[in-house]
């Protein structure tokens, strides 16, 4: 019965941290629709369930950031917080590699990029 609305929480994508719950959403790394599209449409409804309630695949983020996202992959967007790019690029592979949806070649080139970045 309890509902959080104040707190703590570090939206990696904007490096910014923010103490209203109403400020957040989560996001799902590899969205929904971006899932369906790459192999995900031949999932069962059981399968579907777990992919969008899969923890490796949630981040809370600042609301602005989920809505400038949206449905897009690596190749159309990018976190505006450069240091995060290393951790998104290696759990939206993670991601993909669990449940067998394909990397498009302008995705990897997006990804290569953003490896880039890791130590």
């Given at each position: 019965g309890c509902v959080?609305?104040?707190g703590?929480?570090?939206?990696?994508y904007?490096g910014?941290t923010?103490?209203?719950?109403?400020?957040l959403d989560?996001?799902h790394?590899?969205?929904?629709?971006?899932?369906?599209g790459?192999?995900?449409?031949?999932?069962?409804?059981?399968?579907?369930?777990a992919?969008?309630?899969?923890?490796?695949?949630?981040?809370?983020?600042?609301?602005n950031?989920n809505?400038s996202?949206g449905?897009?992959?690596?190749?159309s967007?990018?976190?505006g917080?450069?240091?995060?790019w290393?951790?998104?690029?290696?759990?939206?592979?993670?991601?993909?590699?669990?449940?067998?949806?394909?990397l498009?070649?302008?995705e990897?080139?997006a990804?290569?990029e953003?490896e880039?970045?890791c130590?």
């Amino acid at each position: 019965g309890c509902v959080v609305t104040w707190g703590r929480w570090q939206c990696p994508y904007a490096g910014q941290t923010f103490t209203k719950a109403s400020d957040l959403d989560i996001d799902h790394i590899v969205p929904l629709k971006h899932a369906h599209g790459h192999g995900g449409d031949q999932w069962t409804r059981e399968q579907r369930q777990a992919f969008a309630n899969d923890p490796i695949n949630l981040l809370p983020v600042s609301d602005n950031e989920n809505q400038s996202k949206g449905a897009k992959g690596p190749d159309s967007w990018k976190p505006g917080n450069l240091d995060y790019w290393c951790e998104y690029a290696e759990r939206w592979q993670a991601v993909k590699k669990k449940y067998r949806l394909y990397l498009t070649p302008p995705e990897v080139r997006a990804l290569n990029e953003m490896e880039q970045t890791c130590d």
